[in-house]
């Protein structure tokens, strides 16, 4: 059954560097899909980044991108110049093994501090 | 327009009450989802819906009824409400049930919280 795994249940960073949450999975599928997702303090669920597993290229969404590395079955955020709004709860997701939902890992909480 | 709207945003009840969640869609998406957060922040797939059709029906408890009058709403009605109920509730859609791109709209939750 496909699974996603973060191990980081926290990361901490200052404002304007870089941070890399880790996300690993586990599928029999030959294609693919993941996602990325940010939960703030809020409570909304939103959608930041996609990269399917035929995909040349890793994906990138402004400031956001996916350091997809296929052999190893990782799919890593990269947030560049980290914002104080950057604060937040962040899911990596994939879909499940009838591919009629997505299973999203544990998550993991990011503070950015000034 | 908000694009998944659902209501209430939150909901304090008592323990064996019946309530329900509504949710309603405006993108055009043929399927709707509901998912539950725990306290642990874990989001966990409970039913979807395409085009009015029970898709994925998850191991959870029968006092729970997911209802599709139409494929822009997805209704969540909880009878005999227990304390580990309390979570919040995501409504989803995306355009179709399948395919490896499609990504969730996600409602911006509905807090349950059981007494």
């Known amino acids: 059954a496909q699974k996603i795994t973060q191990t980081q249940p926290g990361m901490f960073v200052q404002e304007k560097e870089a941070v890399t949450l880790d996300c690993t999975y586990d599928t029999s599928d030959p294609s693919y899909g993941l996602f990325w997702y940010k939960q703030p303090s809020s409570g909304e669920m939103i959608f930041l980044i996609y990269?399917?597993?035929?995909?040349?290229q890793n994906a990138t969404e402004g400031r956001y991108s996916l350091n997809f590395q296929k052999a190893r079955k990782s799919a890593n955020l990269v947030i560049s110049a980290s914002q104080l709004g950057d604060s937040a709860m962040y899911f990596c997701?994939?879909?499940?093994?009838?591919?009629?939902?997505?299973?999203f890992g544990k998550g993991t909480t990011l503070s950015v501090s000034s | 327009d908000t694009a998944v709207s659902q209501t209430p945003k939150y909901l304090v009840t008592q323990m064996g009450n019946d309530k329900s969640i509504k949710c309603e869609q405006n993108l055009g998406h043929d399927t709707m989802y509901w998912y539950k957060q725990d306290s642990k922040k874990f989001l966990k797939i409970m039913f979807s819906y395409n085009n009015k059709e029970l898709i994925i029906n998850e191991t959870v408890p029968n006092r729970f009824s997911p209802k599709s009058p139409d494929k822009a709403h997805l209704n969540l009605h909880i009878n005999s409400l227990e304390l580990g109920d309390s979570a919040v509730y995501f409504c989803a859609s995306s355009h179709s049930s399948r395919g490896r791109d499609e990504k969730l709209f996600f409602g911006s939750g509905t807090q349950l919280s059981v007494l």
């Open positions: 997701a994939c879909e499940n093994q009838a591919g009629t939902a997505l299973i």
């Open positions: 990269q399917g597993s035929y995909d040349q």
